[in-house]
């Protein structure tokens, strides 16, 4: 009898905790920092941010920054004390890691860090050394599939990308309506092999397949290159001058369509896609030249990924019993079309970064 | 008088067949650049008839043809010589990103118009120079010199411009890419004046026959006093201006300043030289074999696109093409005895 109720006790345990976890995955997205809950010491102690970049000069690494910043006004807003810094690593992989490792080691185990790694094979050293000063780092964009935030819980917390596949799905389904649903398109595809361009064709491919009366006329790489979609987008509109669309898997690539439809006085005929929201295709697309690109929302990508790693620093949320679709998830993209271009142009969106999983994408 | 030979000939005879039949061997060679251009029109017009055929289709050939033809012309005079320019794609693409800054554009105020063009060919002009005096005083094999200044210039080119290339709004030269003459793009049509003043130099100058006397063997221009060093530099130099003059029309024609313009412009550019019939050694060949080449580059590209070969295995398709082209013209060049 006794061994019953023993077990008995054990499965309702167990129920509990299972039905508790899957309560947690469900509430996480909706999960809201507390600022009553954060005790006074930590209020009181200087948090040091960072992000670390290839360098401000690309306009969208300049919005991480300016991420980072409005997440620190949310920090002020609840009484948090901290410093906030720039690693710039200006495209050098070893010297982002080194950065990395000054950075965590001089703030202990109260630094925060969003770290775009260079390539994938620093990610983990990136991690490490935040792992090793006790600070929390969250990781965008690249690494290794075999490695992840699993590898150094909880000083790793995320790894988030945002998903190509989403990404050139949109833009082809915006052309396509564009055309009406119907016509010739030309392809130009990043450099072949690249994980973002099998990825951004991916994405067209399966909007092809919703769209039988779209035709590919011509489909080939431009290398992610302006220069070289000039001459594809020249040379296909000799033999289809009656192309409706061009989709392009960066905006370099559409800025030298765009260059060739208007030398052959088609510009603003023919519609034309990217991804990256340059700020020559945002306005393109605001000025009817162009029918969409994709901005890959830095400051979501700066601003959130902050504050996850401030949650985890505050104790506010356990990461080692985060679920893994939290630990490594997609970000939402924005899709920049005519309605919005004008205003993504001219204005910086706002966050509740109050609710730190919103940023995930479903 | 002489003493029995096993065949009937004079040494005298002996020679002339042979003489004969290097000469053949040199006619042959000569023609095979033309014949594998032939060859690849008859294929893509089979393939694809009207539309490679088509006259759009020859215009944008001559569109493509303007700047490879430019590059590789500055090139041929430095493989004649049997020196190597690796320093293309960092100095036409920094002419590339200088005439977006320097014209107006929508970044930068400098507006300074056609100043702005030449200034931005002087550029490249001055780094050919560089690579020529360096090469020749310091004794550093051009390849290495010239591979140094790609990078140098590639720098540089960034740097004008900071990482967000400048929108060319001058509406002088936004025109140009739309601008024709008899059919033919205008920037087609500097690439054809630039050919001339080559071809003109190459036959009509004292300064051509140095280059092919370079090119034979050094020697025999130092025995007559001529300065070799000299030749060089100016060598160095005149490519520097070609690579120029490219960058700011890729600049032009791209509508904006843009250092990446230059990327991969130099590989295609040495194999046109080549599969023209310009020996690396040097010395032989010359600007008319390099229009054959490029003519080849670029209709290859051109009739593969068009053919919509998957790109997967186009780049490698391209390559074997070219392979042949080479082996056709260069494998016949090297029996010939007398360089």
């Known amino acids: ?362 | 008088m002489a003493a029995k030979q096993p065949t009937p000939m004079t040494i005298a005879e002996e020679f002339a067949a042979k003489v004969r039949r290097d000469g053949q061997r040199e006619r042959v060679m000569r023609y095979a650049p033309m014949i594998v251009l032939l060859a690849l029109v008859l294929i893509f017009t089979a393939a694809r008839g009207a539309a490679f055929a088509s006259f759009t289709n020859m215009v944008a050939i001559l569109n493509q043809l303007a700047i490879p033809l430019l590059v590789a012309l500055g090139l041929t005079f430095v493989i004649m010589i049997g020196g190597i320019d690796l320093s293309i794609n960092g100095t036409v693409g920094m002419a590339a990103a200088l005439v977006g800054v320097l014209v107006m554009n929508n970044r930068f105020p400098l507006n300074l118009g056609f100043l702005g063009v030449l200034l931005a060919v002087l550029g490249s002009v001055l780094v050919g120079l560089a690579v020529g005096l360096i090469h020749v005083y310091l004794k550093i094999p051009s390849f290495m010199v010239s591979f140094a200044f790609m990078y140098v210039c590639k720098g540089l080119g960034l740097l004008s411009y900071a990482g967000q290339p400048p929108k060319i709004i001058d509406p002088l030269l936004v025109a140009l890419p739309k601008t024709y003459w008899l059919g033919i793009p205008f920037i087609t049509w500097v690439a054809v004046a630039v050919l001339l003043v080559c071809i003109f130099i190459q036959e009509y100058t004292a300064f051509g026959r140095y280059i092919y006397a370079v090119g034979t063997d050094e020697t025999i221009l130092r025995a007559v006093g001529v300065s070799v060093n000299r030749v060089k530099v100016m060598v160095f130099t005149l490519a520097g201006l070609c690579f120029g003059i490219a960058g700011v029309l890729y600049g032009i024609r791209l509508g904006q300043g843009d250092v990446t313009a230059g990327n991969d412009l130099m590989f295609p550019a040495q194999a046109a030289v080549v599969v023209g019939g310009t020996s690396l050694s040097g010395g032989k060949g010359g600007v008319t074999n390099t229009i054959v080449g490029v003519l080849i580059m670029t209709v290859l590209a051109n009739g593969l696109l068009l053919v919509g070969v998957n790109s997967y295995i186009k780049t490698g398709i391209e390559g074997l093409i070219i392979l042949t082209a080479v082996a056709l013209t260069v494998a016949h060049g090297a029996k010939v005895v007398s360089k």
């Not at chain 1, 006794?2 to 309702?12: G, Q």
């Not at chain 1, 620093?122 to 935030?149: C, Q």
């Not at chain 1, 401030?310 to 993209?333: C, S």
């Open chain 1, 1 to 362: 009898m006794k061994r019953i109720k023993v077990l008995l006790a054990l499965v309702l345990a167990l129920a509990m905790v299972g039905g508790g976890t899957l309560a947690l995955a469900e509430e996480l997205k909706d999960f809201t920092i507390d600022p009553a809950k954060i005790p006074q010491e930590k209020l009181d102690t200087v948090v040091s941010l960072a992000v670390s970049v290839r360098g401000l000069e690309n306009p969208y690494i300049a919005t991480i920054k300016v991420g980072m910043e409005m997440f620190a006004v949310y920090l002020d807003s609840i009484g948090q004390k901290y410093e906030m810094q720039v690693l710039d690593s200006g495209g050098d992989s070893n010297k982002e890691v080194d950065n990395m490792r000054q950075f965590a080691a001089n703030a202990g185990g109260n630094a925060l860090a969003y770290s775009d790694p260079n390539e994938n094979a620093i990610a983990y050293s990136l991690a490490e050394a935040m792992a090793e000063a006790g600070g929390f780092i969250g990781t965008a964009w690249n690494k290794p599939a075999d490695v992840g935030p699993a590898d150094l819980t909880p000083n790793w917390v995320i790894h988030t990308s945002p998903d190509n596949v989403i990404n050139g799905y949109n833009t082809a389904k915006a052309l396509f309506d564009y055309m009406g649903g119907k016509g010739k398109i030309f392809v130009c595809e990043g450099m072949l092999g690249n994980t973002a361009a099998i990825d951004r064709a991916k994405g067209l491919d399966q909007a092809l397949a919703e769209y039988p009366d779209i035709t590919v006329a011509g489909r080939d790489t431009g290398n992610w290159a302006t220069a070289e979609a000039l001459t594809l987008v020249e040379t296909w509109l000799g033999k289809d001058p009656d192309v409706g669309g061009v989709w392009c898997a960066n905006d370099n690539m559409a800025t030298g369509a765009l260059q060739a439809l208007e030398k052959a006085g088609l510009k603003g005929k023919v519609g034309v896609t990217g991804v990256d929201a340059n700020t020559d295709i945002v306005e393109a697309v605001r000025d009817g030249f162009a029918v969409a690109t994709v901005s890959s929302n830095g400051y979501l990508q700066g601003g959130y990924t902050l504050a996850i790693c401030y949650a985890a620093w505050a104790g506010l949320i356990d990461v080692t019993t985060l679920p893994p679709e939290y630990r490594e998830f997609a970000t939402p993209a924005l899709l920049i079309t005519k309605e919005n271009a004008a205003e993504y142009l001219s204005s910086v969106p706002e966050f509740d970064f109050s609710k730190p999983f919103a940023c995930k994408a479903d």
